[in-house]
């Protein structure tokens, strides 16, 4: 294959001294610490109140059954990026681990689909932020997006064991959330269980329709988005102790409990919605209302900003590791990697905070939707090309390297890019055709600054202790 990570022998070898050399990351975070920073990542209830509302809009009573879908589908991307991510742990995440095993231009393409989603899912997120603290003060979306965003970007510049703890206490506040809402669902259940495998939406004059096959699949990107946190643990991979255990439970547990923390409570929303136009509406805040006080109902609502704002905490955190492992592997011109691997007095990537957390605040201001749609394209892309790298997890020198290995390998990998590829084919075209745009622009930077300098230029690496 061409474009191998190691040059040629005859190549000048690139040596950086001790001084200039940026300081590496502390392996501070066990299987909890990780777990519930990665889950805070996931956000189940942000995905629940922010993203789910735009499923039940499409799809009505089909929407527990498309995220159901969703969630089989990331089984298997959770067993890849836990094969790779234990096998090449590195804060460069998907890119590392792709460019790694299947070479530095696909390291590349898969670099530019995680900085799509990492500079655009915290602003997604931060914009709903809006209508959960309509209790209190009234405040539009895109200007509480950016202010939870200027505020995540703070937080992040602090200590990451310190942000863990606040974190976990954000978390539990948003999981009770999610819990009082699906015992409310469950108790005011207007329809069987039959229902949740019917497709049927409803307008706000209560005529019906039927939801279709092409409809799911064409909300399948935005069902894989609801759970797309999980593969964010590999982010913490160079943070994690005992990285080649603790890499695969990480990703593992956060999937199975993001996916009960959304899945429960969606059955139970559109089991006890009072009337089919109300589930469509997706207005969950104000079927909470309807089952209880307003007490409760202001409770609720608080609990899912907070958990919106830790949100955008532990994703300006992760994301900024990306960015710092792509200055370490001097994917840009010298200044930048070395703005970018600056870490300051909490040993926090400073540089790269602000890159993730400043223009996630103006993104807030560009329309969700689209927003989202682009996010569903670049997180399938994504999943894609690491399962891709997944087929060359065992072969050469990575053959015998200790690291947790998937079942069903390599027959899962090859199904997972069968259905992404054609999930792919059926998301928004807009989107695809913005995505495209992009990861095309990125190809020319790659073809004329990147390639004719490989020899210092886009040199993946791996923490000194875990090099094989």
Known sequence: MTDTLR??????????STAEAPRGLQRSLGVVGGTLLTLSCVTPASSLFVIVPSLFNALGTAT?????????????????YSELGTLIPSAGGEYAMVGTLAGRFAGWLVFIQSLIVVMIVPSVIAIGTAAYLAPIVHVSGPVAGAAVMLAATVAGLLDLRANAWITGIFLVLEVIAAGVVSILGFAHSQRGVGSLFHGVLADSHGATSTVGLGAIMAAMGTALFVTQGFSTAIYLSEELENPRRNVARTVLWTLGLSAVVIMVPVIAITLGAPDLATLTGGDISGMVAGWSDSALGTFISLCIALAIINAGIVMVIQNSRVLFASGRDKAWPEPVNKAFGTLNRFNAPWIATLAVGIPGAV???????????????????????????????RRGAHKHTPAWRQPLWPVLPVLLIVALGYTLTQLDSKALIWTGVITAVASLYWVFYLRPRQATRWVITLPEDERI
Not at 10 to 16: D, E, H, L, Q, R
Not at 367 to 389: D, E, F, M
């Open 363 to 393: 993104l807030c201001f560009i329309p969700g939707q689209l927003l989202t749609n682009i996010t569903g394209v670049a997180v399938a892309a994504l999943y894609l090309l690491v399962a891709v790298a997944a087929l060359f997890a």
């Open 64 to 80: 527990a059954l498309t995220i159901g879908v969703g969630a089989l589908i990331c089984v298997a991307v959770a067993f890849c």
């Open 7 to 16: 040059p040629p022998a005859t190549s000048s070898t690139v040596t950086v």
